[in-house]
Every structure is written in C-alpha cells, then in structure tokens.
C-alpha cells in the first residue's frame, strides 16, 4: 500500500521560512513526479487544491504559482523517494493546508500526503 508521510510545517512570522519533505513508500513503480499543492485557508468545502510546485525524475521543475517564484524551492532526493519544498520569504497569503503528492510511472492517479499546515502571520 502506498504512503506518503509528511514533516515540517508549522506557525511562522511573514518573512520567516519553513521546510516541508515527503517521503513516499510502498510501490514497486518509480516515481514519476512528485509535487505540492495548498487549499487555502477557507476553501475546504470547495475541495480545491492549487499546484504550488512539482518535479519529475528528470529534474523538471514546475512551479504553477507564479508568486512563489524566486522564495520557493522544490527539490528531490530520488533515492529517498522524497520531496522536498523550502519556503523562504513567507507571506500570509501562503497560508493553507500543503498536500504532496506522488504520481507513478505508468499511472495516471496522484497519491496524496496527509496534509500540513502552513501558518503565516504579519
């Protein structure tokens, strides 16, 4: 069965910066990309996740919010199967529950971490 066990997170002052990893576990597949998203704050009903930041194997990087350009940093460590998200820079407007994810080789379905949350004060 496959996991994905996420760390870090927390309460922050704006300005300040936080580290966020996932490890995932339990497929024989590789890994084909692995990522983050956010809900922000207020938006649970909605069920609506944002692409904060994904890396394929091959080192691709995407970051699907332009405003995190330049403060956020995704990386990955392949043989750890983990991924990484450094936040530098905070703003209140990061705020909001963080999901990684992780997609296999050969399939189309995303697994999903347990959610961490990202508190920014001003």
């Known amino acids: 069965q496959v996991q994905l066990v996420q760390s870090g997170g927390g309460l922050v002052q704006a300005g300040g910066s936080l580290r966020l990893s996932c490890t995932a576990s339990?497929?024989?597949?590789?890994?084909?990309?692995m990522g983050w998203y956010r809900q922000p704050p207020g938006k649970e009903r909605e069920l609506r996740r944002e692409l904060v930041a994904s890396i394929r194997s091959d080192g691709d990087i995407y970051y699907g919010d332009d405003s995190v350009k330049g403060r956020f940093t995704i990386s990955r460590d392949n043989a750890k199967n983990t991924v990484y998200l450094e936040m530098d820079s905070l703003k209140p407007e990061d705020a909001g529950v963080y999901y990684c994810y992780a997609q296999f080789m050969g399939r189309m379905d995303l697994h999903w971490g347990q959610g961490t949350q990202v508190t920014v004060s001003s």
């Open positions: 339990g497929s024989s597949f590789s890994i084909k990309s």
